[in-house]
């Protein structure tokens, strides 16, 4: 990224604010007709990517090319043509009437610059796919088998991505990153300026600072509490990162151990309600389940995930004798409370998601309610400049979620014009055998994979695309469907061999990153736990009657509890080398065995849990003995 000087850094500066400014009152007062809110979207944040993000190596560094002058210029231009042609555009007859000149060459341009900004701003891998899925449209007819499609002509596939409000990079995805993405994404940057997380960061101390492994415990609950807000696990883990991974370092934690730590839970606050990222909105609008809805059904999972982190950390901490907090960093419950009053705007939030209004009006209210919150303390106030730096900071964001998701706008039309959605369903059902287990294996790797080198919200609509029916047909409902696929895009961020949030931790821990990574899966084991649960205990979406929730929800908790202590090897006192794999198989069994029947699970996992907790003291005196005789 570019670090840009002089007058030109205050224009794109400006530019950024003054876009997710535009983009705030759009939610508050009514949204443009859908084609020119789309194409207004990407007419604000396709130039900036241009100015910020070089070419190559052989761009200058700290100032644009004319190259970048004339790709930010060009693609102004082809965007406001939609924009202001938009009733020229909805009048034509999609695939009937030909491509004008000038709707042909700046559909191509269009399309070339989106790839570019991909590749520059998001990622070279995600821009990869998008000219993969272009090739093959234009070349499925001499492609073999299931992959063969009619002749597409190359006027076909540019109106396709440009001309065709239903899909490409003017659909409905793009919709969504234009409206409800913007105005939780402007909603959290007016959280960040309001010092919220400050009052997270104390909250956390205050309440976990105090237990052995106090650090690394604070980092659990100050970023499922910041990530709540953010809905981004990179920006999370810098955020809260910086401070909480030196202090697990300084108490004794492992670099790598530290990093990870952070990494997990980090990762964890796209999974935690209110706010669940951008993938999070654009399932609601794919699935048509209001988006309450989806917070009520993932709230137990995400209990879970950061319970097993917990459990882990404080298994981890007893183990090694680490001590808490030192006395004098812990933050006095007067000062946390202190900034209670920037509660108030979440509890707006939720209490608009809860009574179903829209996202968009959800999250204006909550932005207005913060900016006047913030007010009553001068600490707390969002000035003028602090104000603008928001804006500025939420259009910087927004520039790359709005390439992205158009990205996977023209991935998505690419498979369904061809009808490869439904070739890689059926390729998959096949390869399974008809066994739903092999189809959920086979979409977590797909996430998994994606995930490397895709943001969250694209490896999730591109998997919900294909496997999202699969698993619908096997009678699973829509929303735990699209759970477990939501639940492994996000989890890509944390699991070897490329975990986004593993490197930003391990840069702050100064750790090896892959070790990092491996200790960030292994604090996220719940996360997998969750993914599957959502097939096989429905329960955990708080659906059934109250004794099956909890039934699920104590098995689970305690299954994930046995994986941690034989991992570890700890459980009130170190474990012997041979109780370790029996822990973890009764632990396995209790997270995965679901061919068992339901109460035979929980007892297996519950009589394990009691024995063992029983018995560990004594198992430490039997190895203290034979080390001694030894």
Not at 179 to 188: A, D, L
Not at 285 to 307: H, K, Q, R, S, W
Request: proline content about 5%; charged content about 10%.
């Amino acid at each position: 990224m570019r670090e840009l000087t002089g007058p030109l850094k205050q224009i794109v500066w400006l530019w950024a604010a003054i876009a997710a400014a535009a983009h705030f009152y759009f939610g508050g007062f009514g949204f443009l007709e859908p084609l020119q809110q789309r194409s207004f979207h990407l007419l604000c944040f396709m130039p900036i990517v241009f100015f910020l993000f070089p070419a190559g190596s052989f761009s200058p560094r700290h100032r644009p090319s004319v190259l970048d002058f004339a790709c930010a210029g060009l693609s102004v231009l082809v965007n406001l043509y939609p924009l202001m042609n938009h009733e020229v555009v909805y009048a034509r007859s999609e695939y009937l009437d030909e491509l004008t000149q000038v709707q042909f060459w700046f559909g191509v341009i269009a399309v070339v610059l989106l790839v570019e900004a991909i590749r520059r701003g998001v990622t070279p891998v995600l821009a990869g796919i998008v000219v993969l899925g272009l090739v093959y449209m234009l070349t499925t007819e001499y492609m073999p088998g299931v992959l063969n499609y009619r002749d597409i002509s190359f006027e076909h596939v540019i109106e396709t991505m440009y001309l065709i409000p239903i899909g490409g990079m003017y659909g409905p995805l793009t919709g969504i990153s234009a409206t409800t993405v913007s105005m939780f994404i402007i909603f959290g940057a007016f959280v960040q300026a309001s010092q919220t997380g400050r009052l997270f960061a104390n909250f956390g101390a205050a309440i976990a600072g105090r237990y052995t492994g106090g650090p690394a415990k604070v980092a659990v609950v100050t970023s499922g509490l910041f990530g709540t807000m953010s809905g981004s696990s990179v920006s999370n883990v810098v955020t809260t990162g910086s401070i909480t991974i030196p202090l697990m370092k300084r108490i004794g934690y492992a670099a790598p151990v530290a990093g990870g730590i952070e990494a997990a839970a980090s990762v964890g606050g796209a999974l935690m309600p209110p706010v669940m990222g951008a993938a999070a909105f654009v399932m609601a609008e794919i699935t048509n389940i209001p988006y309450g809805d989806i917070i009520v059904a993932a709230a137990l999972g995400a209990v879970l995930y950061y319970f097993t982190i917990l459990v882990n950390v404080h298994f981890e901490a007893k183990k090694s004798g680490l001590s808490a907090m030192d006395p004098a960093d812990i933050p006095r419950w007067g000062v946390v409370l202190r900034d209670l009053h920037l509660v108030i705007p979440i509890i707006v939030l939720v209490y608009f998601l809860m009574e179903r209004w829209s996202g968009n009006f959800a999250a204006f209210t909550s932005t207005v309610v913060m900016f006047l919150v913030a007010g009553l303390k001068s600490d707390t106030r969002i000035g003028p400049r602090k104000l603008i730096d928001a804006f500025a900071d939420a259009g910087s964001v927004l520039g790359l979620v709005a390439l992205a998701v158009a990205g996977a706008g023209m991935i998505t039309s690419s498979l369904t014009t061809t009808g490869l959605v439904l070739a890689f369903s059926g390729f998959i059902k096949v390869l399974a055998g008809g066994q739903m287990w092999i189809i959920a294996v086979l979409l977590m790797i797909t996430c998994l994979i994606l995930g490397m080198g895709v943001p969250t919200t694209p490896a999730y609509i591109i998997t919900a695309a294909i496997g999202a029916r699969l698993l619908v047909e096997f009678g699973i409902s829509t929303m735990a469907a699209h759970l477990f696929i939501f639940y492994f895009a996000i989890l890509a961020d944390a699991t070897p061999p490329v975990a986004v949030a593993s490197y930003a931790a391990a840069a702050i821990a100064q750790a090896n990153p892959m070790t990092t990574g491996v200790q960030a899966w292994r604090f996220a084991l719940g996360g997998f736990v969750v993914g599957y649960a959502y097939l096989y205990d429905p329960e955990i979406m708080l659906t059934g009657s109250v004794i099956d929730i909890v039934r699920v929800f104590c098995t689970l908790a305690g299954a994930t509890t046995l994986i941690a202590a034989g991992y570890v090897g700890f459980m009130r006192a170190p474990l012997s080398g041979w109780v370790r794999p029996i822990v973890l198989a009764v632990g396995g069994l209790g997270c995965f065995g679901h061919f068992m029947p339901e109460w035979i699970r929980t007892g297996m996992v519950a009589a394990t849990l009691l024995l063992l907790y029983l018995a560990a003291p004594m198992l430490q005196g039997s190895a203290e003995v034979r080390k001694r005789e030894g």
